[in-house]
Every structure is written in structure tokens, then in C-alpha cells.
């Protein structure tokens, strides 16, 4: 689960896109309803989003406007993909990428922070 702005609890929400209804209702099976170690006592729900599917949250998160603060910790991609027509007609919201991951050497997408293949941050 992604931390908050104070590094020292959890923001409360992840998003996991799976790919296979199985691999859902496995995840479903194990994690609902499951009270973490430390300190929250609050149960895990696990419950599907709102939006479904990849294209369309990646489409939704390149898009939409980022705070100064979420500038700083954009979405994470762990996939390489496109980036959204409709982000590039909004046109760009961070600095070009390098052509290639100083870590991995794979193709870096425009706009974002992020290497899709090693998750490296970029400069």
C-alpha cells in the first residue's frame, strides 16, 4: 500500500490490476477481510474500482491535473505502455524522458518519472 505525505502510515488504498478473474478472487480469498500486523486494527476490504481495466485508469491518471505535492510521487506504471492519446493532446505534464533508462537501457515513454520495465526513477 502506496505511504502517505508523512512517510509514517500507509495512504489506506492501493489499486492491483489483475489480469486473470482467478488471480482477483485468489487475492480476494487471502486478503479480505485480513487485519495487518502493527498498529491499524482496521480490516483489509478488498473491493473492485470503480474504472476497470489498465488502459483506462493509465488513461485516467495521465490526464488528469496533478497538485504540486502529487508531482513530486506521480503514478507508478509497472508496465511499459503507451501513453494515452488523450494526454498527449492535453499536452505534456512533466519533462520529456531520456531515450533510454540509465538502469536497464529499456525505452523510456515520454512523461514519465518512472522506467516501466525496472521501475527506476528518473532524474
Excluded: I
Excluded at 485480513?34 to 480490516?43: A, E, L
Excluded at 492535453?90 to 518519472?113: D, N
Amino acid at each position: 500500500v502506496p505511504m502517505g505525505k508523512n512517510h509514517k502510515t500507509n495512504r489506506g488504498s492501493a489499486f492491483v490490476n489483475f489480469v486473470h478473474p482467478r488471480a482477483a478472487l485468489s487475492f480476494y480469498v487471502q486478503h479480505h477481510g485480513r487485519v495487518w500486523d502493527g498498529t491499524c486494527t482496521k480490516p483489509t476490504l478488498v473491493v473492485p474500482a470503480d474504472l476497470q481495466g489498465f488502459e483506462q485508469n493509465a488513461e485516467r491518471f495521465c490526464v488528469q491535473e496533478l497538485t504540486p505535492g502529487a508531482r513530486l510521487n506521480p503514478p507508478l506504471f509497472l508496465r511499459p505502455m503507451a501513453r494515452p492519446a488523450a494526454a498527449v493532446a492535453a499536452g505534456p505534464r512533466l519533462a520529456a524522458a531520456p531515450a533510454a533508462c540509465s538502469l536497464c537501457g529499456e525505452t523510456m515513454h515520454p512523461g514519465h518519472v518512472f522506467c516501466g520495465a525496472c521501475g527506476a526513477r528518473l532524474p
